[in-house]
Nanobody
Framework: VQLQASGGGLVQAGDSLSLSCAVF????????VGWFRQAPGSEREFVAA????????YYARSVKDRFAISRDDGRNTVYLQLNSLKPEDTAVYYC??????????????????????WGQGTLVTVSS
């Protein structure tokens, strides 16, 4: 299984951006696909996730009202819509794939260690 993230760029505060995570090699219905981000000097933090089978979505509190995760079954792709962007959203955004079992707990779902496949990351820079 391979993941490929794309869609990052330089935007101004208040703008929107759409990130894509294409999954290759196996249908993402067999996984949880999550988005994480990592700012310089910081740990990788959970942003959002979607379960491949039930399509249930999960969000970090800090982005719940601004970001939206969705999926396109036909394209085997997961999207992350970023709205009302703030300078503190600046980070490299990564998508990862983990087993469906990680949804049993919030801690497992939000831990990067639960995801064993990662895309290469895409940089989002938000200027003030």
């Amino acid at each position: 299984v391979q993941l490929q993230a794309s869609g990052g760029g330089l935007v101004q505060a208040g703008d929107s951006l759409s990130l894509s995570c294409a999954v290759f090699g196996r249908t993402f219905r067999a996984f949880v696909v999550g988005w994480f981000r990592q700012a310089p000097g910081s740990e990788r933090e959970f942003v959002a996730a979607v379960s491949g089978n039930a399509g249930r979505t999960y969000y970090a509190r800090s982005v719940k009202d601004r970001f939206a995760i969705s999926r396109d079954d036909g394209r085997n792709t997961v999207y992350l819509q970023l709205n009302s962007l703030k300078p503190e959203d600046t980070a490299v955004y990564y998508c990862g794939a983990g087993g469906l079992g990680i949804t049993v707990s919030q801690r497992a779902l939000q831990s990067p260690r639960s995801y064993d496949r990662w895309g290469q990351g895409t940089l989002v820079t938000v200027s003030s």
